[in-house]
């Protein structure tokens, strides 16, 4: 039995709200790997916000790829990873891209207080966020869910 997700499954499971993990190249260096929030529509691009001069800002504007791995907290564990070349890179528009993916991640409340409390958009400088999109090209996918199937006594 394969463990593998449909087409269908994968994306419905990166649309939906995980911490992501992003995996940069680095020349030098392994790739820098860290927690990032993301945003994906099936069917579409991937992509995340981040500073223009930060260490992830940088490589993200360097790099032709990047890999985004989103994962499942609880059992059955499922996950999505998602590689592809960097499809556009542009400065960051905080309602059109960034209050979004606060609320995504923390809801309109608090997305509007973590806003506030990292500065606001009065704080942010035209270029100081950058909206980095993936074009997803390779998947890697698992859904551990699928070793156990109704009525064979594990469920």
């Known amino acids: 039995m394969s463990l593998r997700m449909s087409i269908q499954e994968r994306e419905a499971f990166l649309a939906d709200v995980h911490v992501g993990i992003i995996s940069i190249a680095e020349p030098g260096r392994g790739p820098l790997t860290a927690p990032i929030w993301y945003a994906y529509e099936p069917g579409g691009e991937l992509w995340v916000v981040t500073a223009a001069a930060s260490r992830k800002g940088r490589l993200l504007r360097a790099a032709e790829r990047f890999s985004l791995c989103a994962q499942s907290e609880t059992p059955p564990y499922k996950y999505v990873s998602v590689e592809g070349p960097v499809a556009s890179i542009r400065a960051s528009d905080y ?35 950058l909206r980095i999109a993936l074009r997803p090209e390779r998947w890697l996918t698992v859904d551990y869910a699928k070793e156990f199937s109704p009525g064979d006594g594990n469920s």
Not at 109 to 116: A, M, N, T, V
């Open 95 to 129: 309602e059109l891209d960034e209050r979004p993916l606060a609320h995504r991640y923390l809801g309109p409340e608090f997305g509007d207080r973590y806003l506030e409390a990292t500065g606001g958009s009065a704080a942010r400088e035209d270029g100081a966020e």
